[in-house]
């Protein structure tokens, strides 16, 4: 405020700034909740689906391994021509089932290391996003508070002064009313037409 009067050529600014504050907030709030989501379902994709799904594999491939020896044992007992078959088919399908046991048994100790990983990132993350989280919650809606105050302030004011100017205008401005004896002595001085002196005589 001059001279008893506001300053309101920044009111625009400040509705400007208000709304760009909204937008502000709202875009990071939805960019926070698309990470909160894919954090979860990363969470949630290593700690049930990938080890359920790796341990199915493992009983599966103990299955095949067990079956797999059992062919491979029966053939050996075979004989042909009174020597023992190669069995070099069920030598080879024993070996992958072992494979194949020995690949799940490694992706359930890969899933349970990503898993611990993931917790220390996510924690990681969350620390670093906690500011900004409440800085949404906290910082920005008081902010915004404060601003619509202030705007709500100054068009209060520039209302009333608006107010004051019509009245004003209405009414005329005792200042600049020049009284009907003063623009009568100004016309008089102006014409020269002064009344004259009388005088009397004594007799």
Known sequence: MVGGQANVQSLDALRDLRLSLITFGERVENALGELRSKIDRTIAWLQQDRPMYWREQERRAYDHVASARIAY???RLRTVGGRHAECIEEKVAFQRAKQRLEFCQNKMEVVRR?????????????????????LLEDELPNTLAKLSRMIEAIEVYASIQSLDSSEASDSGDPGNVVQPLEIQ???????????????TSED
């Open 114 to 134: 990503w898993t611990i990983e993931a917790g220390r990132q996510v924690d990681e993350y969350r620390g670093r996003s906690g500011p900004l989280q409440r």
């Open 73 to 75: 044992e029966t053939c």
């Open 185 to 199: 002595t100004s016309a008089n001085e102006s014409t020269g037409n002064e009344q004259p002196e009388t005088h």
